[in-house]
């Protein structure tokens, strides 16, 4: 022992053993930094109902034992919105009080796993809703952003697409041109089918009601196909060859309709052709890729790993373009975005209106820090959307940018949700169906699918 350490110990044990004092103090200060806070346990889940742009819109709050700290996540099944609430409140929020809320996967697991019976519309988005709101605590507990949480950004935000629609070919062009002056380069184009019911947009005026043997709306793949193809055309010649074309099929079509549209298709170099085919009838996308070279996505009605884990793994689309909450949240989205991602398969998740602005949130979030980011599907807010919402993500020329505060950065007015609850706005078939759809019919009234 030298000399200068032996003094040092003198002076201690003359001054009343000062430096192992301090030296026990500094041990303390580094267990409370290696602990950190205590874990937070779940006190109450809420569900927050609310449609402030006539869509309802189910949102999960989950506090926790420690003062302030709470979460939201995005529970939004808007069709169905009413059984999403039960699942919620009557089944998931007894078996999680008490239940710590910082083991995010393990939550959601054990969630998944005691219904038994699994992947279901309204389990998923049930489970989605804690599953978000989870991963808003930890971001608030931890001061960042949730995109801090994964790895941090790989990109600075998310390049986004517009709906341009019109009941003319014509309309549909001038919207598109709207679009692109705000900076966007990729447009999602659809437009009506005169004297039918068409996705996207209302029939034109031209042409005359299709006689149908049914009263409710009618439509005809056939003539949708050929109106397609036309627009593709216009689009081309008056919009040009630089800004990204998409379309959305929304399963409208038969298989082998499918396939020859999709190859139809190949002259107007789409950025992709979505859903071309239902849930049901994916073993046909098969065909498609070995006849084609349309760009393909899918998986907006997707629930299960089921559906989605043998279009990846074979590469049989280009895009996955699942609703996250559809999906169970942004735990399971995570993991398949690093499936696909091996087998170069891109990100396309669903960003409608119906999706709360949390869970658009989640979405420009895993654009961010996915390395196999494709496109984001954009709606904009509106007032009273931003009256319940604050601090919505924010829209820059054609750029969807997270926020940067902890969490999702998105608080919510619970006083401005209530001036807006369920069937606020809606009329018609959403008013006397609750919220949900109606049916679409060919001419011999047959179902189509939607």
């Known amino acids: ?3 200068r350490r032996a003094l040092q110990m003198v002076a201690a044990a003359a001054a009343g053993n000062w430096m192992t004092q301090r030296e026990a103090a500094a041990q303390q200060q580094v267990a409370r930094a290696t602990r950190g806070t205590p874990s937070p346990k779940i006190k109450d889940v809420q569900v927050i ?5 006539g869509l309802r819109l189910p949102v999960v709050k989950v506090i926790t034992d420690q003062d302030g700290l709470y979460g939201y996540g995005c529970a939004c099944f808007t069709q169905r919105a009413d059984l999403v609430v039960p699942a919620v409140e009557k089944y998931l929020r007894p078996f999680l009080i008490g239940k710590p809320a910082d083991r995010i996967d393990d939550m959601w697991q054990a969630m998944y796993n005691s219904s038994y019976w699994r992947n279901g519309p309204v389990l998923n988005n049930a489970i989605s809703g804690v599953d978000q709101a989870l991963w808003d605590i930890k971001g608030r507990q931890a001061g960042m952003p949730v995109y801090q949480l994964v790895g941090g950004k790989v990109r600075e935000a998310a390049d986004c697409y517009g709906h341009a629609s019109g009941g003319e070919i014509a ?16 447009v999602r184009v659809q437009v009506g089918i005169p004297g039918m019911e068409g996705y996207g947009a209302r029939g034109g005026a031209s042409g005359t009601q299709i006689k149908a043997l049914h009263s409710g709306p009618v439509y005809e793949p056939a003539y949708y196909i050929r109106r397609a193809l036309k627009l593709f055309e216009a689009c081309r010649k008056e919009l040009g060859d630089e800004v990204e074309l998409l379309h959305d099929v929304h399963e409208r079509v038969h298989p082998t309709q499918a396939l020859g549209f999709a190859k139809d298709c190949e002259q107007f170099k789409l950025f992709f052709l979505e859903d071309v085919l239902s849930p049901e009838d994916i073993v046909w996308f098969r065909q498609i890729r070995q006849h084609c070279t349309t ?12 559906e989605w884990t043998p279009l990846i793994a074979e590469r049989l689309i280009d895009y996955i373009r699942v609703h996250v909450s559809q999906a169970g949240g942004f735990t399971p989205c995570r993991k398949m975005a690093a499936m696909a991602e091996h087998f170069s398969v891109r990100t396309a998740w669903h960003g409608p209106g119906d999706v709360s602005p ?21 709606s904009p807010f ?4 931003q009256e319940v919402f604050k601090n919505c993500p924010v829209m820059k020329d054609g750029y969807l940018y997270p926020n940067d505060t902890p969490g999702w950065g998105i608080e919510v007015d619970e006083k401005a949700a209530a001036k807006y609850p369920f069937g606020y706005g809606e009329q018609g078939g959403k008013k006397s169906l609750n919220g949900g759809w109606g049916e679409v019919r060919k001419r011999d009234g047959q179902i189509i699918k939607q």
């Open 1 to 3: 022992m030298n000399r």
């Open 49 to 53: 109902q609310t449609a402030p742009a």
């Open 171 to 186: 309309q549909v062009i001038a919207s598109a041109k709207d679009y692109m002056s705000r900076g966007f380069r990729h």
């Open 295 to 306: 760009p393909l996505a899918m998986g907006e009605l997707f629930n299960s790993p089921h």
């Open 358 to 378: 949390i869970g658009h949130a989640a979405n420009a979030t895993l654009d961010v820090v996915c390395y196999n980011f494709g496109v984001q599907e954009y």
């Open 382 to 385: 509106n007032e009273r959307v």
